[in-house]
């Protein structure tokens, strides 16, 4: 069987992965795409319309069974639920097979946000007001401000900013608004004010490097580390970091998980759930003062001998 019957579907989903997704995420799923494409052609598939959920269990067993670690495992299985979503959007499937297997269970790493008063004393520590420090200062507040991914920061573009809030494109290609706080909205009116210095003619992006175009992503995570040894913060910083920072922080104020799984663009809440450390004993606080039927009241103990 020619491999070009399997690849050329597969080629063109990942070039439309790469306009939203990071090149690492797309990377991974080349990867992970091409090793289930392997399994799936020694089984004798001859077409996607093939593609049932029986074979999905089966190479994901054999996988467990090489000793693959949950978290790669668990992105084969999204790789290969995405790629058949979009097998369903072509017609090639009348459904999502992958759905129909169970998610491997995930080791709980739970990032660290930053202390809130370091944090405030980080992005408050003054600069030279040159255009990279006001566009780095613009990254930095607009992380915390919005929860954004790197890949969400990155492919940002003027267009997409508005006077109190920002569109991005989340995690499958789903879109959603964001707020941007006062802090991050006077950050980013003094970069914008100062993006001409460096952008080249017609760059669309939202931040740009010395060159004038587009601001990668190792770029954008070098800064941060940097900008952290720069002003003194006693930990490294990334993305990632900010992003959790603004989940707990918001959440330990506002107590509204629905709103933060909102603003990170969470399919599930029990992502969010983990992602904030929201633990049992703030659950059942927020249970007992709720709901009607957890109330606690206070009963006089019955007479004895009158049960």
């Known amino acids: 069987m020619p491999d070009s019957l399997l690849e050329a579907p597969l080629a063109t989903f990942l070039e439309a992965l790469a306009r939203h997704a990071s090149p690492a995420t797309v990377d991974a799923y080349r990867r992970d795409l091409s090793r289930f494409r392997v399994y799936a052609e020694d089984a004798g598939l001859e077409s996607w319309a093939q593609l049932d959920a029986a074979l999905v269990r089966r190479f994901l067993g054999q996988e467990?069974?090489?000793?693959?670690?949950?978290?790669?495992?668990?992105?084969?299985?999204?790789?290969?639920?995405?790629?058949?979503?979009?097998?369903?959007?072509?017609?090639?499937?009348?459904?999502?097979?992958?759905?129909?297997?169970?998610?491997?269970?995930?080791?709980?790493?739970?990032?660290?946000?930053?202390?809130?008063?370091?944090?405030?004393h980080f992005l408050d520590a003054p600069h030279d007001d040159s255009p990279l420090a006001r566009r780095d200062q613009a990254m930095l507040e607009l992380f915390y401000s919005s929860g954004l991914r790197l890949a969400e920061l990155a492919a940002l573009d003027?267009?997409?900013?508005?006077?109190s809030r920002v569109r991005v494109i989340g995690k499958g290609g789903k879109p959603r608004q964001v707020p941007v706080g006062r802090r991050a909205a006077t950050a980013l009116t003094a970069w914008i004010t100062a993006r001409g210095q460096l952008a080249t003619a017609g760059e669309p992006a939202l931040f740009v490097g010395q060159r004038g175009a587009r601001l990668g992503h190792r770029a954008i995570q070098l800064r941060l580390a940097n900008l952290a040894r720069e002003r003194g913060?006693?930990?490294?910083?990334?993305?990632?970091?900010?992003?959790?920072?603004?989940?707990?922080?918001?959440?330990?104020?506002?107590?509204?998980?629905?709103?933060?799984?909102?603003?990170?663009?969470?399919?599930?809440?029990?992502?969010?759930?983990?992602?904030?450390?929201?633990?049992?004993?703030?659950?059942?606080?927020?249970?007992?003062?709720a709901h009607p039927r957890a109330r606690r009241r206070h009963r006089t103990p019955p007479d004895e001998g009158n049960p």
Do not use: M
């Open 64 to 120: 467990r069974s090489r000793g693959l670690a949950p978290r790669s495992l668990a992105r084969r299985r999204a790789a290969l639920s995405r790629f058949a979503e979009q097998l369903v959007s072509e017609g090639l499937l009348t459904h999502n097979p992958v759905s129909l297997t169970p998610s491997p269970r995930q080791p709980q790493h739970l990032p660290r946000p930053v202390d809130v008063d370091q944090l405030a």
């Open 158 to 163: 003027l267009d997409d900013l508005e006077s």
């Open 233 to 289: 913060l006693a930990e490294h910083l990334h993305p990632h970091r900010l992003r959790h920072s603004f989940a707990s922080h918001l959440l330990e104020s506002s107590q509204d998980l629905r709103a933060v799984q909102e603003l990170l663009g969470h399919a599930h809440l029990s992502t969010t759930q983990v992602y904030t450390r929201l633990d049992w004993q703030h659950l059942a606080t927020s249970y007992d003062a």
